[in-house]
């Protein structure tokens, strides 16, 4: 396989079956652009207008978690992929690699096999943001989960900002104003930028898409609702570690989710500085709480 008899043009079904899509050894570094998309899909029709529309930006996917918690902030990350590092691998390392999906749909071990893979053989970049208990009390939860999305993001093309390999070889691309073209794969079905951020994000060409249940269909968006899910874990169990008060709410089962365990004990033992407290006057009258 190589560029005079694989083209955009004469690349359908017929001519590429599944064992050659995952073949990764048989891609030649230099036709990562050519490719991107066979690493995630398998739909190829479907998948070449999309990628001949979005082949000069550079694809952050964001996913969030904990936005129907109980306990502590909301909290996105945001994932780049690195191409050339995944098709390096070799074909142990390929067959080896864990699951990658949504990471609710992932036990607990099996997440974090997946969190380290993606951290050391998968992305460039991923970075995280946070939404406190009071911003979600003052914003309401939907416009917090915003915030953290913005955070993150921001915080991603920080660091590939700061990357003068890759900043210089995107201005050689002749990108508009010499801005980076950035198309955000945001999960779910809504996406805004704050006020507050409305500056920051004016100094790229934003493509934005929101894809419903998007850790199931896009590779960016699955890896960051992973690294999201196990930084926001990692997060309840330092608070536990660190104050042996908090154990009695068992957040190390419920993670901070409104089971019935999780209320029975907040009636026990009362709110805690960490609880939202917005969340818990819909169900129960504030002054019971306390």
Known sequence: INNDTINNDTINNDT?????????????????????????????QKELKKYEDTKDYIT?????????????????ACVIIDDEKLLSLSEDEINS????????????????????WIKNKCSLYYSFGESGTDEIYKYNIRNATFLSMNRAIL?????????????NNIDNNNN??????????????????????????????????????????ELSI??????????????????????????????????????KDHFNNILKYGITPYHRLGFLKKMYNREKLN
Not at 97 to 116: C, F, G, H, Q
Not at 179 to 188: A, K, Q, R, S, V
Not at 198 to 205: A, G, L, R, V
């Open 16 to 44: 590429i079956n599944n064992d050659t899509i995952n073949n990764l050894e048989i891609l030649n570094k230099s036709n990562i652009n050519n490719y991107y998309t066979f690493l995630k899909k398998k739909k190829l």
């Open 60 to 76: 952050l996917g964001v996913d969030e978690v904990a936005r129907g918690c109980l306990v502590g902030p909301v909290v996105s």
């Open 97 to 116: 690699a864990p699951v990658i999906k949504d990471s609710k749909k992932l036990t607990s071990i099996n997440r974090k096999k997946a969190e380290t």
């Open 155 to 167: 915080n991603c093309l920080t660091k590939l900002t700061n990357n003068n390999n890759i900043t």
């Open 176 to 217: 508009t104003n010499n801005n980076m073209n950035i198309h955000l794969l945001i999960d779910g079905n809504a996406f805004k930028i704050m006020d507050d951020y409305t500056k920051e994000f004016e100094k790229y060409n934003l493509k934005i898409d929101t894809i419903i249940k998007g850790d199931d269909k």
């Open 222 to 259: 699955a890896c960051a609702s992973i690294i999201a899910k196990e930084y926001r874990d990692n997060m309840l169990d330092e608070l536990v570690k660190n104050n042996k008060s908090l154990e009695k709410y068992n957040w190390d089962k419920n993670r901070g989710y409104g089971t």
